[in-house]
């Protein structure tokens, strides 16, 4: 690869100055002709390095002037390059979003996928869920529906038990009170009896045959009721259904 110019003057210069070096070496060792023979090719030597340093400096500003140039078109190269890049970028963006949009990009199809089958299986787990759930609370409605249904039988029985005695006590209490009435009534019909007897004697049977005001007065007051505590409407049974009322 050849080299430039400035290094190749550098190299030429370098090896001037050691072939200087050299020829003074020789020169020491050699007579007063040969130093002077020596100090002539040195004055010329100095001369052409000269010229070669001022030609070497212009040569450099033109590579310095050149390469500044290359770096600014560089440079403007990059920015077109990267304002290229940034709009294929941009326009890749746009295509991947609008693939997106559609449905169509691979990108979204596959986790699009997986999500549809873990969809699915949540749903399919849901359903098994809401199935046994529905049988166990189906179950436990029915079990609620039963229990519900023996207290309510339990309960009716055992206010059918407690209407039943106590009707059964207020329609003993009634019998004992018609009873002990019509016990007072025969006595005291037994008592009047008696004293027509012990007053009248046949003429007092005349008068009680013949008087149908006081055998009707004596048979009201045998039939008059006697006063009740319990309800109306147990008292306004007719002996038939007190005794039905009895045998359940």
């Known amino acids: 690869m050849p080299l430039p110019k400035n290094q190749q003057s550098a190299s030429n210069g370098a090896s001037r100055?050691?072939?200087?070096?050299?020829s003074e070496e020789e020169g020491q060792n050699e007579s007063p002709e040969s130093t002077k023979t020596s100090e002539r090719s040195g004055s010329s030597s100095d001369e052409s390095e000269s010229d070669e340093s001022v030609m070497d400096e212009e040569e450099c500003e033109r590579r310095r002037s050149r390469i500044l140039e290359e770096m600014a078109a560089t440079e403007?190269?990059?920015?077109l390059i990267r304002e290229k890049l940034y709009e294929e970028r941009m326009k890749q963006v746009e295509e991947k979003l609008a693939e997106v949009k559609t449905g169509t990009a691979k990108e979204?199809?596959?986790?699009?996928?997986?999500?549809?089958?873990n969809m699915g299986v949540r749903i399919e787990v849901a359903g098994v869920l809401w199935q046994v759930r529905l049988a166990a609370a189906s179950m436990r409605h029915e079990e609620e529906a039963k229990a519900a249904k023996c207290c309510h039988e339990a309960e009716k029985i055992d206010l059918y038990n407690h209407m039943k005695q106590d009707l059964e006590d207020r329609i003993r209490k009634l019998e004992e009170d018609r009873f002990s009435a019509e016990f007072s009534d025969f006595g005291e019909l037994r008592t009047v009896q008696g004293k027509h007897k012990n007053s009248g004697g046949t003429a007092g049977r005349?008068?009680?045959?013949?008087d149908p005001e006081m055998?009707?007065?004596?048979?009201?007051?045998?039939?008059k009721p006697t006063p009740v505590s319990g309800p109306y409407i147990v008292y306004m049974l007719r002996d038939e259904d007190k005794y039905d009322l009895t045998r359940q």
């Open 76 to 79: 403007k190269q990059f920015f």
């Open 215 to 223: 055998t009707n007065r004596q048979k009201g007051k045998r039939k």
């Open 108 to 117: 979204y199809l596959e986790p699009l996928e997986e999500l549809q089958d």
């Open 206 to 210: 005349r008068e009680g045959s013949s």
């Open 17 to 22: 100055e050691k072939c200087h070096d050299e």
